[in-house]
């Protein structure tokens, strides 16, 4: 039977966790009930720095439900994505398959049962996508979208409508461990680790309690982080301005030539118009192709894994 174990970053999470904690516990009890987990599953409490009670609350929760109720206490606050890498890559070692889930449980629990089934069906990564957004205020779902869709455009692979609520076998958990680039948005790496992948669809609900910890300012810093972190296609865009800047210049030539000719202008001006568009175009140019190399050093420095070996066949069978 497989151990699972439900990850749960928290910061200053005082306010939810009262509620959060007996409904994932009931989520643990009811599927190893109808015998689809391991009676050791259990639920690991990240506290990410939490200038609350937080820490205190998993503690005591802790000593009530030993087997049931684990904690990882991070020094300071580092953030959601490695709040989360880190409890993630500290469950692994404990269970053979995980599921992450924002304290607040905005994402549907009853789709926990759902994602195990298709674990067992094969999958090694679930996506909890929400199908409707009903709940979001006008303002977090255009801006959330607009995100998916920069994304999508920048070349970046998500999975739309998708964050952080998502199903990971252990094995997943390990390669996605050697991802170890600093600035990490875990929501694209999750797709290049491969694997037979589905995903699971539920309505967003109200946070249950609190406040959201996510402000604008943190959302639009995980956008630029998302992009810039898989994306050298805005070194490229400079590139293509500076390419379109030498054909304008080419048309402003043929314009001040003719203008030159038919005694339109004033002494200068023709030489004038032609060193501004040249000039601009060549140094878009040489900006963008130096930055084809700096982008080239950025992918290279971060030492990402160049493949993930499912399955070797030889007279030694094996599986990963
Ligand atoms: N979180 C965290 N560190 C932070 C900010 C948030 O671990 O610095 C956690 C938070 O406790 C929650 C999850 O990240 O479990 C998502 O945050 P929230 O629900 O506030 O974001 P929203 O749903 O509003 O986007
Ligand atoms: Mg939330």
Redesign the pocket.
């Known amino acids: 039977m497989d151990r699972l174990g439900i990850v749960?970053?928290?910061?200053?999470?005082e306010e939810v966790f009262p509620i959060s904690a007996p409904v994932l516990r009931g989520v643990l009890d009811d599927l190893v009930a109808k015998g689809k987990i391991s009676a050791d599953s259990f639920v690991l409490f990240?506290n990410?720095g939490s200038k609350d009670n937080t820490w205190d609350l998993i503690e005591k929760e802790h000593e009530k439900y030993p087997t049931q109720i684990f904690g990882v206490k991070l020094a300071g606050?580092v953030?959601?994505q490695y709040?989360?890498t880190a409890g993630l890559i500290t469950a692994k070692d404990f269970c053979d398959v995980t599921v992450s889930i924002?304290?607040?449980l905005?994402d549907d629990v009853k789709v926990i049962e759902e994602m195990i089934d298709k674990f067992h069906d094969g999958c090694d990564i679930v996506y909890g996508v929400r199908s409707e957004r009903k709940t979001d205020t006008f303002f977090k779902r255009t801006t959330a979208q607009a995100f998916y869709k920069l994304m999508a455009g920048m070349g970046v692979k998500t999975v739309y409508n998708h964050?952080d609520y998502r199903l990971m076998s252990r094995r997943a958990v390990e390669q996605f461990s050697q991802y170890g680039e600093t600035n990490l948005f875990i929501r694209g790496i999750v797709p290049l680790l491969g694997y037979k992948t589905d995903c699971v669809y539920y309505q967003r609900l109200e946070?249950a309690a609190g406040?959201?910890?996510?402000p604008l300012s943190?959302?639009l810093a995980l956008a630029f982080n998302g992009i810039s972190s898989f994306s050298i296609k805005p070194i490229s865009m400079i590139l293509g301005a500076g390419v379109v800047m030498l054909f304008i210049a080419l048309a402003v030539a043929i314009y001040s030539i003719v203008q030159y000719f038919l005694g339109h202008v004033e002494p200068g001006w023709t030489s004038l118009m032609l060193s501004i568009w040249f000039i601009g175009g060549m140094q878009l140019i040489s900006i963008g192709l130096v930055g084809q190399y700096i982008g080239k050093v950025y992918i290279e420095v971060k030492h990402r894994p160049r493949y993930n070996i499912e399955k070797v066949l030889s007279d030694e069978t094996k599986e990963n």
């Not at 749960?8 to 999470?13: A, F």
């Not at 406040?211 to 996510?214: A, C, Q």
């Open positions: 749960v970053p928290c910061y200053n999470e990240v990410d606050n953030g959601h709040a989360l924002d304290a607040d905005q964050a946070r406040e959201s910890k996510y943190k959302m």
